[in-house]
């Protein structure tokens, strides 16, 4: 239907050449074009969070950006942050604590918890409740998951 | 399907914004592309202005006026420690809008243009006295905040314009302070106050959100209200000159009869909390 550009993108620190929709967001571009998988079409508002990456180590939701927009710019997705410390010490706390249910938000909270710790190595529950403020879980009732961001942020401590 | 292009200059923006007539300005992409995935607007170019240097970084003038360009992102403006004092309100309405990642994304310039009643700026602006400098077909200009919103969402900026900057007066050692009710942590306001003191701590300038199409600010009460601030009766009575410029919704966030009853305890509240500041300090 609609005419296709070729883009090159830096994606998880590989260059990617990727034709794509005129127009399109990341996150269109992502998963039909690159399937990469792992940031959810949830609202596709900007508001739920489930497609939240990392643009210039920056978090920012795909489904808002434009994939035009991301030339020259570093993309990271959960797919590129596997030899990560913290991202790994989150995940595991984020099974072992029950935050993790039907895992359509689980990216998109990591990648907003791991924000956090970034900045503050050990934050309060309100705080990462307030981090938190912009992922939106249908399952768990958050409080498995601010558990785990805890309990990550203490494991990390020592 | 919206092509992108990616102007160097605001005047190629313009020239860009005039060539296609169903072209729509792109800032941050908060709310646009939001509109834009929702089939609420069907752009055939956006025009990025992500690669301008002109509307990047907040700067000092030489008389201490600062000047935000349009597309500085919420989340550098929340951290600007040249917003002190009296605009100490504007960083603080910056770093309550929604959450940390739409911070990043969001700017000043593109939440201005879109004048969202509910949104932060607006009435951190009016009560800053902030002037937008505009770029159009017909050259610049500069539009006064108490100028702006003209309507519900219909603002002073004609087809074709976009904001380049918003300006500041120089900020003076005083107390202020934003506040939002919200139903919950990042959302739109159902209603907000912004609010600073004068530098003798005499009077006040105080702008209510949410609560109409703009901003809702009186200086003529405002000057009445001047060296009574400690008179509860004067507070209220200048709350209800706000209150009576008001035009609320009944919306999801709130009714209009809880709209109007928020202003009082707004102002009150917030006085209370700036003249606090000025103790401490």
Excluded at chain 1, 61 to 72: H, N, V
């Amino acid at each position: 239907m609609s005419k296709k550009i070729l883009h090159s993108l830096n994606l998880n620190g590989e260059e990617v050449e990727v034709a794509t929709p005129a127009g399109a967001t990341l996150l269109e571009t992502m998963r039909e074009d690159l399937r990469i998988l792992s940031a959810k079409r949830g609202c596709n508002q900007g508001v739920c969070g489930a497609c939240t990456v990392l643009i210039d180590g920056k978090p920012v939701r795909a489904c808002l950006t434009l994939t035009a927009r991301c030339e020259g710019h570093a993309v990271q997705t959960m797919e590129g942050m596997g030899g990560d410390r913290v991202m790994a010490t989150l995940q595991r706390h984020m099974v072992e604590s029950g935050g993790v249910q039907c895992g359509f938000c689980t990216s998109g909270i990591l990648i907003s918890a791991r924000e956090l710790l970034e900045e503050d190595p050990a934050p309060s529950r309100a705080a990462v409740k307030t981090a938190l403020s912009g992922n939106i879980c249908r399952c768990t009732g958050y409080r498995t998951i601010v558990d785990a961001v805890c309990s990550a942020a203490e494991e990390l401590a020592q | 399907m919206s092509v992108v292009l990616s102007p160097g200059s605001v005047e190629d923006a313009v020239a860009m914004l005039a060539e296609h007539a169903e072209a729509m300005p792109l800032a941050g992409g908060a709310t646009l592309v939001a509109m834009r995935n929702a089939g609420l607007v069907e752009p055939t170019h956006l025009i990025n202005l992500d690669c301008i240097a002109e509307l990047r970084g907040i700067e000092r003038d030489t008389t201490g006026g600062i000047r935000i360009g349009a597309m500085t992102r919420h989340c550098d403006t929340a951290a600007c420690n040249d917003l002190t004092g009296s605009l100490l309100v504007l960083r603080r309405a910056a770093g309550m809008i929604a959450n940390r990642v739409v911070r990043n994304m969001g700017t000043m310039g593109g939440s201005v243009a879109n004048a969202d009643p509910a949104a932060d700026y607006l009435p951190a602006l009016a009560c800053c006295d902030a002037v937008l400098e505009v770029a159009g077909p017909e050259g610049r200009r500069k539009i006064s905040i108490h100028d702006y919103v003209q309507g519900w969402y219909e603002t002073a900026l004609e087809q074709g314009e976009i904001i380049t900057a918003i300006t500041l007066p120089a900020p003076v050692a005083a107390p202020s302070a934003y506040r939002k009710i919200a139903r919950v942590t990042g959302d739109y306001a159902t209603a907000s106050c912004a609010m600073a003191l004068d530098p003798d701590g005499k009077g006040l300038r105080a702008a209510i959100g949410a609560c109409g199409p703009g901003p809702l600010r009186d200086r003529d009460a405002e000057a009445v209200l001047r060296g009574r601030l400690d008179d509860p009766e004067a507070v209220l009575d200048f709350a209800a000159c706000l209150a009576a410029l008001a035009d609320p919704l009944d919306d999801v966030r709130g009714s209009a009869e809880y709209r109007l009853r928020l202003i009082p305890r707004l102002i009150t509240s917030v006085l209370s909390e700036i003249a606090l500041q000025t103790e401490v300090a």
